[in-house]
T-cell receptor, first 111, second 115 residues
Framework: KNQVEQSPQSLIILEGKNCTLQCNYTVSPFSNLRWYKQDTGRGPVSLTIMTFSENTKSNGRYTATLDADTKQSSLHITASQLSDSASYICVVSAGYSTLTFGKGTMLLVSP | DTGVSQNPRHKITKRGQNVTFRCDPISEHNRLYWYRQTLGQGPEFLTYFQNEAQLEKSRLLSDRFSAERPKGSFSTLEIQRTEQGDSAMYLC?????????????FGPGTRLTVL
C-alpha cells in the first residue's frame, strides 16, 4: 500500500529560526515528490517538485531534499517568518493521476 | 491565487439536504480532480476527469456523491442526502496531461458543514 509519513505532526518555532520537516514514503512506482504549503482554510500551494534524479531543490527560503534510495525527503525552512505558519504536506506521485498525500506537519512560527 | 476557483467557499446545510459545488479549472488544463480533506488530514482523492470523461473514482465516492464535467471545462460535485460525516473541505485541482510533471494546482476549497 502506498503511504507517506510525515514528522513531526506539529512544530512551534520562534520567528527567525530554521526548521526541518521530514517525509518518508513507500510509493511505487515513484514518479515525483512535491511539498505543498497549505494555509488554514485554503487550498495547498506547490513549493517544490522533485523527480527521481534530483536530490535538492530550492524555492526562496525553502529547500527540499530527496534521497530516493532511503525514500526520504526533507523540507528546510530558513529564517522563518510569521507567514510561514501553515501545514506543510508531502505528496508523492506514482505516475498517471495517483497522488499519495501525507497528513502534513502543522508549523507555527511564534513572534 | 493558483487560477483554480471554487464556489461557494463555505456551505452550511442541514442533514439530508443536497448540495452542489462548482470548480473552474485553469483554462488550458484538461485534467480535473476532486479531493476531500478533514481536519488534521491530508487531502483524499475522490475522482478525476480528463476532459469530460470521468476516468477514476475512489471507493470514498459513495452512491450519494456524483461529479460531472459536461463540457470538459468546469466541474460540479453533488452530494445527496448529506450526512454529518460529509463535513469536510472539498478541494478541486487541475493539471495538464501526463507528460509533464503532472503538477496539480489546487483551488481554495469549499468548506462544507452539515448540521
Amino acid at each position: 500500500k502506498n503511504q507517506v509519513e510525515q514528522s513531526p505532526q506539529s512544530l512551534i518555532i520562534l520567528e527567525g529560526k530554521n526548521c526541518t520537516l521530514q517525509c518518508n514514503y513507500t510509493v511505487s512506482p515513484f514518479s515525483n515528490l512535491r511539498w505543498y504549503k497549505q494555509d488554514t482554510g485554503r487550498g495547498p500551494v506547490s513549493l517544490t517538485i522533485m523527480t527521481f534524479s534530483e536530490n535538492t531543490k530550492s524555492n526562496g527560503r525553502y529547500t527540499a531534499t530527496l534521497d530516493a534510495d532511503t525514500k526520504q525527503s526533507s523540507l528546510h525552512i530558513t529564517a522563518s517568518q510569521l507567514s510561514d505558519s501553515a501545514s506543510y504536506i508531502c505528496v508523492v506521485s506514482a505516475g498517471y493521476s495517483t497522488l499519495t498525500f501525507g497528513k502534513g506537519t502543522m508549523l507555527l512560527v511564534s513572534p | 491565487d493558483t487560477g483554480v476557483s471554487q464556489n461557494p467557499r463555505h456551505k452550511i446545510t442541514k442533514r439530508g439536504q443536497n448540495v452542489t459545488f462548482r470548480c473552474d479549472p485553469i483554462s488550458e488544463h484538461n485534467r480535473l480532480y476532486w479531493y476531500r480533506q478533514t481536519l488534521g488530514q491530508g487531502p483524499e482523492f475522490l475522482t478525476y476527469f480528463q476532459n469530460e470523461a470521468q476516468l477514476e473514482k475512489s471507493r470514498l465516492l459513495s452512491d450519494r456523491f456524483s461529479a460531472e464535467r459536461p463540457k470538459g471545462s468546469f466541474s460540479t460535485l453533488e452530494i445527496q442526502r448529506t450526512e454529518q460525516g460529509d463535513s469536510a473541505m472539498y478541494l478541486c485541482a487541475s493539471s495538464l496531461p501526463q507528460g509533464g510533471n503532472n503538477e496539480q494546482f489546487f483551488g481554495p476549497g469549499t468548506r462544507l458543514t452539515v448540521l
